[in-house]
């Protein structure tokens, strides 16, 4: 028969693929000359002089630290190279690139794990104090609480090797306090048994789980502790005898039935008798568990037959038989427990599991991640799912993840029992986020609600443009599908093609994520750009034809006009905010200045007491020829400005105008002063405005919006529509020509044209 101990450690090939290194690193390791285990020794000679009399925040000495987490890793059936990382995480603190510098010497795969955990301890020693301060926590604090927990979640979901090197780091701090009689913070202790220990209960990895409730409750409370402790040692050498006695026997039954078996006294766990004393009020002799047995069989028959045998020799505790071979608990562990009196009337726990449950149980969701056959491909997370196998191994990494959200919300619902209505608070810190996986396992954090498409964004941007469709948990769904915690998506897409509008409506609840929705408005966007492009490159080409100046550069053209690159010039001639005639006069040779004949020329005879036509006045010059520009369309009260043109009197433009600005910078002397003027009597002048309108093109639209203008009573002169498509909808661009009498009351008319259904934006042009 194998003993605890040799069963533990010949078990440690199990895990390793969580803890092996990829295969570039192997392959960089067998060309230096070395294996796993002199990696180990490398690791730890890299890491001695940088570690050698470095105290840690705790106290310790940073290398005998390292040390103590190697041999909690090995106890637990670690891998040489998990080991090895022991040492490099802690040497990272002492590098100045301490990611560049692992990934050259021991390969890219220790460098992913050094950056992860760093992170992670950096988390950890900033929100500790805050966090665990003795004092009553309030919404806020547990908020901050949750989200370091969620953090902890994510790097654990992208590596999870650092969940074991977490644990058995935190365990070896405790050991350090408790080997040196010192003190420990209240604030460490708190965490390991608020935190970690759940954490290591989840995973079931129950040698650490059950050391770190110990010392735990041996820091917090240690008059309670010392009470148990005492009361174990002082009856146990009597209850060991009583016990050997039970085993003997029970091992010659079990073999005279033909029933090989390995007989195992069980160790004490001094916090769970506490909790079991305290929880059902119990004394220390009615503790059931106090005296122990756990038999180890080859198989699930023999397990039953074994627990036949158990209660033919032994009365039965009544209400004191589990099943949790046929009905495992939520992390996966198997046994059956039954509670029998002994020759003695005493009470005896006996648990009865096969080899492979007892791995699990020791080892937890590690010990059965892969097979050892899996070798390097299981580390990390680093699963495709090209085979078979590797199907089972993508599997396999998802259950643990999903154990891990199962001990996020386990730490949620802790959080909440104290101060319900506070922790309703803090638990809106997890309720707006999911957690689901690729195929290849990895984990992609979504908002509450999201879709198949917002996690095609969430992976990758090109990915969620070209979306069109997503199984969920291998079953083909819509693509508004809410998805949920720990579900599996798989999106199938097309090689080109974008995003469709009908995502933007959020009656049809495609897009969840504001992010999602920002990317598809972002593609729109920038597809109305390009074609708003490309019709102002078309036009600017067509003038320099018309001039005869071809070979003028664009680019150089559009920075005498004060633009930093071609684009943006058509961009602005494309959407008809910039006028071809400023570049044809750019272009053309100079005018001369008008002479005072000419100027005289432009002047027109009205009646005396009324404003010249169009309601302009030319500051300091009797009346002259006035025109508004077509390009700003100026109109009461607008601030303006006057250019004097040849053949055309003066030009009226508002004042912030690009044109007149460019007009200005080019001949400041044809700049003249102009004001509005007093309509003629009895005649109310109205003046031209340009508004522009982006909606959602359909049916009835123009109808909808020319309907708002007439409520108004304005009257529309023109209008020019664009509309971009994507065979399931598009954007509609308009323009509006409306007469208006007074500028600043246009305000109310656009708010009014903002409320018809699919319109986004509405403004003056």
Not at 369 to 386: I, L, M, N, T
Not at 401 to 412: H, I, S, T, Y
Not at 419 to 434: E, S, V, Y
Not at 715 to 744: H, I, L, P, W, Y
């Amino acid at each position: 028969m194998k003993t605890g101990v040799s069963s533990a450690r010949a078990n440690a090939a199990t895990i390793v693929a969580l803890t092996e290194v990829d295969p570039a690193d192997r392959s960089e390791q067998t060309a230096a000359g070395g294996d796993n285990a002199a990696q180990m020794q490398r690791a730890r000679a890299f890491a001695e002089p940088l570690l050698a009399g470095q105290p840690l925040d705790t106290g310790e000495d940073a290398l005998e630290h390292a040390d103590g987490v190697a041999h909690i890793l090995e106890d637990i059936g670690a891998a040489p190279s998990m080991r090895a990382a022991a040492y490099l995480v802690y040497a990272g603190d002492y590098l100045q690139k301490p990611e560049e510098v692992v990934s050259k010497a021991f390969g890219p795969s220790h460098a992913s794990l050094v950056m992860h955990t760093r992170k992670l301890v950096q988390i950890q020693r900033a929100a500790r104090e805050a966090q665990f301060d003795g004092e009553p926590r309030g919404a806020e604090q547990r908020a901050k609480q949750t989200e370091r927990v969620r953090k902890m979640l994510l790097a654990f979901s992208r590596d999870l090797r650092v969940v074991l090197l977490r644990l058995a780091s935190r365990l070896q701090t405790l050991r350090y306090f408790a080997a040196h009689k010192q003190p420990c913070p209240q604030a460490l202790a708190q965490e390991s048994l608020q935190v970690f220990a759940p954490l290591a209960n989840r995973l079931g990895i129950w040698q650490i789980k059950w050391e770190l409730e110990d010392l735990s409750f041996r820091f917090l409370q240690p008059a309670q502790y010392k009470t148990v402790a005492r009361l174990l040692d002082e009856t146990r050498i009597e209850r060991e005898q009583h016990v050997e006695a039970f085993r003997q026997q029970l091992a010659e039954r079990l073999h005279a039935h033909g029933i090989e078996a390995q007989v195992q006294g069980r160790p004490k766990h001094l916090y769970s008798i506490w909790k079991k004393m305290q929880g059902k009020g119990l004394d220390f002799d009615r503790v059931l568990d106090v005296r122990a047995l756990r038999v180890i069989v080859s198989d699930v028959p023999a397990c039953y037959a074994a627990l036949g045998l158990v209660h033919e020799l032994w009365t039965p505790v009544a209400d004191e038989f589990d099943d949790y071979i046929a009905r495992p608990k939520p992390n996966g562990y198997q046994s059956l427990h039954t509670v029998v009196l002994d020759d003695a009337a005493q009470p005896v726990e006996v648990q009865i599991r096969t080899q492979a449950m007892h791995d699990h149980a020791e080892h937890g969701v590690a010990a059965h991640w892969a097979y050892k056959e899996a070798g390097a491909k299981g580390y990390a997370g680093a699963v495709a799912a090209d085979s078979d196998f590797d199907m089972q191994l993508a599997e396999a990494r998802k259950s643990v993840l999903r154990q891990l959200l199962a001990w996020e919300r386990d730490f949620v619902g802790q959080e909440q029992a104290p101060d319900a209505p506070a922790a309703n608070d803090a638990g809106a810190t997890f309720d707006d986020r999911i957690y689901v996986f690729t195929p290849q396992a990895a984990v992609v954090e979504l908002t509450a609600g999201a879709t198949p498409i917002d996690f095609a964004y969430a992976v990758h941007t090109d990915l969620g443009h070209r979306c069109r469709g997503a199984k969920v948990d291998g079953a083909m769904v819509p693509l508004n599908t809410s998805l949920k915690n720990g579900q599996t998506v798989e999106v199938t897409s097309v090689k080109e093609g974008g995003p469709s509008m009908d995502w933007l409506n959020a009656d049809l609840g495609y897009l969840q994520s504001p992010r999602s929705k920002a990317k598809v408005r972002a593609w729109f966007n920038a597809r109305a750009q390009a074609e708003t492009i490309a019709r102002g490159r078309e036009s600017v080409e067509k003038l320099l034809q018309r001039i005869g100046k071809t070979a003028v550069k664009l680019d150089d053209l559009a920075a005498q006009l004060g633009f930093r690159q071609a684009d943006a010039l058509f961009e602005v001639v494309g959407k008809d905010e910039f006028s071809l005639r400023t570049i044809e006069t750019l272009l053309k040779p100079p005018e001369p200045l008008p002479t005072v004949d000419e100027v005289i020329a432009l002047r027109k005879a009205r009646p005396d007491g009324e404003s010249p036509k169009g309601g302009v006045l030319v500051v300091g010059v009797e009346s002259l020829l006035t025109t508004l520009s077509r390009c700003c369309r100026p109109a009461p009260p607008d601030a303006i400005g006057g250019y004097v043109t040849r053949g055309k009197g003066v030009a009226i433009h508002r004042s912030g105008c690009s044109n007149f600005r460019q007009m200005t910078q080019r001949s400041p002397e044809r700049v003249i002063s102009v004001a509005w003027g007093v309509p003629r009597a009895g005649k109310e002048a109205l003046y031209p405005v340009d508004v522009v309108v982006e909606a959602a093109d359909r049916q009835g639209l123009l109808r909808d919006i020319s309907e708002a203008f007439s409520k108004d009573k304005m009257n529309v002169t023109g209008v020019k529509t664009q509309s971009v498509r994507d065979g399931s909808g598009g954007t509609a661009f308009m323009t509006f020509t409306v007469e208006v009498a007074d500028a600043a009351k246009l305000a109310q008319v656009l708010r009014v044209v903002g409320q018809v259904g699919g319109v986004r934006a509405v403004r003056r042009k």
